[in-house]
Structure formats: C-alpha cells, structure tokens
Nanobody, 129 residues
C-alpha cells in the first residue's frame, strides 16, 4: 500500500522559514516523482514543486522559485520542501503526492506533467503578517 506522510508545518511569522518532509513507503521509491501541492481556503489546489526521484531533477512553480526548494533523499525515502522568506499568501495546507506513473528523469524536469495518484494527509502552514 502506497503511503505518504507530510509533516513539518506550523505557525511562522512573515519572513520565516519552514522545512516540510514527505515520508513515503509501499512502492519502489526511486522510480517515481513526488510533488508538493498546497490548497488555501477558498482556492484551488496548486502544484508548488516536484522532483524526479530517478535523477533528482526538479521543477518549482514560477513566482516562488528562489524562496522554495525541493530535494529528495532516496535512502530515507523522503522528499523535502524548504520554504524561506515565507509570506502570508503561502498560508495553506500542504500535501505531497506520488506520480501515477514512473518518472524517466531528464533535464529540464518533466515531473509537472505527471498525473498524481496517491496523496498523503496534509500539513498546515500558517504565516502571520
């Protein structure tokens, strides 16, 4: 059974930092892609960043590139989202998800083209002004 568990959210002041973790199990980790998504109240879910676990290639949403970085540790079967210079508009529930299909890697990363089939429970990030 595919399982994904997001953690690391919390309350932080504007300009602060958080590191989210996504721990995965139940599938051959290094063959897929993992994406981070967020959903703010009243808004549609959006992709924040993704990483190919095959070769570590990444894609980060325009507009937050430079503040957020995504990384993976295949030995720990984990993906991380480092968030710096947080803003109130970053407030949302953050989820990680696994790609439906295996990822072939390559640069630039095509991980954003995936369908996402397995979702973990989210972690709340709240940024106060």
């Amino acid at each position: 059974e595919v399982q994904l568990q997001a953690s690391g959210g919390g309350l932080v002041q504007s300009g602060g930092s958080l590191r989210l973790s996504c721990a995965a199990s139940g599938f051959p980790f290094a063959y897929y892609a993992i994406g981070w998504f967020r959903q703010a109240p009243g808004k549609a879910r959006e992709e924040v960043a993704c990483v190919s676990l095959t070769d570590g290639s990444t894609n980060v949403k325009n507009g937050i590139l430079g503040r957020f970085t995504i990384s993976n540790d295949n030995a720990k079967k984990s993906v991380f989202l480092n968030m710096n210079n947080l803003k109130p508009e970053d407030t949302a529930i953050y989820y990680c998800a696994r790609s439906k299909n295996v990822d072939l890697g390559g640069s630039p990363s095509r991980c954003s083209a995936h369908e996402w089939s397995d979702w973990g429970r989210g972690t709340q990030v709240t940024v106060s002004s």
